[in-house]
T-cell receptor
Framework: DVKVTQSSRYLVKRTGEKVFLECVQD?????MFWYRQDPGLGLRLIYF???????EKGDIPEGYSVSREKKERFSLILESASTNQTSMYLC?????????????FGPGTRLTVT | DAKTTQPTSMDCAEGRAANLPCNHSTISGNEYVYWYRQIHSQGPQYIIH???NNETNEMASLIITEDRKSSTLILPHATLRDTAVYYC?????????????FGKGTTLSVSS
């Protein structure tokens, strides 16, 4: 059974703190993604990675950075948390190569910044 | 990626078939139709996808019209646990690192 896990389901942090969100997949997928989901705005892509140590900005990368040192792990970092980063954060992974494919999502981390 | 149109909400009685429509009139020949769902407070879950032939798996069936401008996701015997937001997405075959674009989807409510 394919699996994407995220380090926390719920997280509460203070403004200005550095926040690490971890994501691990066990499917040997090349691609990994970080989205945030907000009411009325749907899912928005923050960053993605198509290989170890490779990363690309998504639609809303400001205020975030990522790290992918190992194929199975993709970390999202909030350098200095702000209240407008309160959101649901979703990690996903997919295999690479031609042909149709699907993304597998983790359970999400609901982050509250106070 | 082509745009999709789905009804905002639908209701279904438990045990009955749930038929969720999706319009994608501008779909290109190399674009697939994907369906995902998101149960409250969980991550999206892949359901099924297809190009032009009808598809079936253990979760659902996907019916794509011959002109490919619309499709229907069928949950043959809906249960209360099928209550979720259902997203229809059209996109080309894998392009490394490209994100899925989720619209507002259809909120399906299954009641007993």
């Amino acid at each position: 059974d394919v699996k994407v896990t995220q380090s926390s389901r719920y997280l509460v942090k203070r403004t200005g703190e550095k926040v690490f969100l971890e994501c691990v997949q066990d499917m040997d997928h090349e691609n990994m993604f970080w989205y945030r989901q907000d009411p009325g705005l749907g899912l928005r892509l923050i960053y993605f990675s198509y290989d170890v140590k490779m990363k690309e900005k998504g639609d809303i990368p400001e205020g975030y950075s990522v790290s992918r040192e190992k194929k199975e792990r993709f970390s999202l970092i909030l350098e200095s948390a702000s209240t407008n980063q309160t959101s649901m954060y979703l990690c996903a992974s997919s295999r690479d190569g031609m042909g149709s494919y699907e993304q597998y999502f983790g359970p999400g981390t609901r982050l509250t910044v106070t | 990626d082509a745009k999709t149109t789905q009804p905002t909400s639908m209701d279904c009685a438990e045990g009955r078939a749930a038929n969720l429509p999706c319009n994608h009139s501008t779909i290109s020949g190399n674009e697939y139709v994907y369906w995902y769902r998101q149960i409250h407070s969980q991550g999206p879950q892949y359901i099924i996808h297809g190009l032009k032939n009808n598809e079936t798996n253990e979760m659902a069936s996907l019916i794509i019209t011959e002109d490919r401008k619309s499709s229907t996701l069928i949950l043959p015997h809906a249960t209360l646990r099928d209550t979720a937001v259902y997203y229809c997405i059209v996109r080309v075959a894998n392009q490394a690192g490209t994100a899925l674009i989720f619209g507002k989807g259809t909120t399906l409510s299954v009641s007993s």
